[in-house]
């Protein structure tokens, strides 16, 4: 099993930067992605982005791209989304989340493991 912590989120002004922390537990992490989801209220769960474990290597939705940044800490097991230029429309609850393969897919259902979410509020 695979336990996922999120923390980090808040409220800010447009503009403004967060950054989002998840704690993984509960195995070892070499051949798993790990990935930040958002869901705003009345929409459906969305990628947002995500990383091999193994290798670093980083995959972004569009709207984020160039603004968010995905990035692990092998040693502490911790994932991060350092989110800048903040819009109003990234206001969501923002959930990590953990797959036991390297291929990644952007379908929510497809993901193994979530944590409980964290509030994003984006004010403009």
């Known amino acids: 099993q695979v336990q996922l912590v999120e923390s980090g989120g808040g409220l800010v002004q447009a503009g403004g930067s967060l950054r989002l922390s998840c704690a993984a537990s509960?195995?070892?992490?070499?051949?798993?992605?790990a990935g930040w989801f958002r869901q705003a209220p009345g929409k459906e769960r969305e990628f947002v982005a995500a990383?091999?474990?193994?290798?670093?290597?980083?995959y972004y939705a569009d709207s984020v791209k160039g603004r968010f940044t995905i990035s692990r800490d092998n040693v502490k097991n911790m994932v991060y989304l350092q989110m800048n230029s903040l819009k109003p429309e990234d206001t969501a609850v923002y959930y990590c989340?953990?797959?036991?393969?390297?291929?990644?897919?952007?379908?929510?259902?497809?993901?193994?493991?979530w944590g409980q979410g964290t509030q994003v509020t984006v004010s403009s």
């Open positions: 989340a953990a797959r036991g393969s390297m291929v990644i897919p952007r379908t929510p259902a497809s993901w193994d493991y």
């Open positions: 509960g195995r070892a992490f070499s051949s798993y992605s």
């Open positions: 990383i091999r474990w193994n290798t670093g290597n980083t």
